[in-house]
């Protein structure tokens, strides 16, 4: 069964740094891309970054390049989501998704989803 678990959500002022985790389990974790994406209040569900499963290939969203870094650490399952010089429209639900290989920035492409972790910049 398939698990990921999203942590390192909170409440930070503008210009902040926040660093999200997420932990998978039950999957081939170096076999599978990772995306980040975001819901805000009254909102679509939007894409923000997704790394490939080698990590030699990234994608972002133009709202958060040059702000959002991704990493991955195969040996430890878990890949890292670090937000520096946050706005208050990055406030959402941050989920991580995994879909097997390559990068798409389509949720609908994703298998698997974590429950997600709520971020609140403050102006």
């Known amino acids: 069964q398939v698990q990921l678990v999203e942590s390192g959500g909170g409440l930070v002022q503008a210009g902040g740094s926040l660093r999200l985790s997420c932990a998978a389990s039950g999957i081939t974790f170096s076999r599978y891309a990772m995306g980040w994406f975001r819901q805000a209040p009254g909102k679509e569900r939007e894409f923000v970054v997704a790394?490939?499963?080698?990590?030699?290939?990234?994608y972002y969203a133009d709202s958060v390049k040059g702000r959002f870094t991704i990493a991955r650490d195969n040996a430890k399952n878990t890949v890292y989501l670090q937000m520096d010089s946050l706005k208050p429209e990055d406030t959402a639900v941050y989920s991580c998704?995994?879909?097997?290989?390559?990068?798409?920035?389509?949720?609908?492409?994703?298998?698997?989803w974590g429950q997600g972790t709520r971020v609140t910049v403050s102006s």
């Open positions: 790394i490939n499963w080698s990590g030699t290939s990234t």
């Open positions: 998704a995994a879909r097997a290989w390559e990068i798409t920035t389509t949720p609908e492409s994703y298998a698997s």
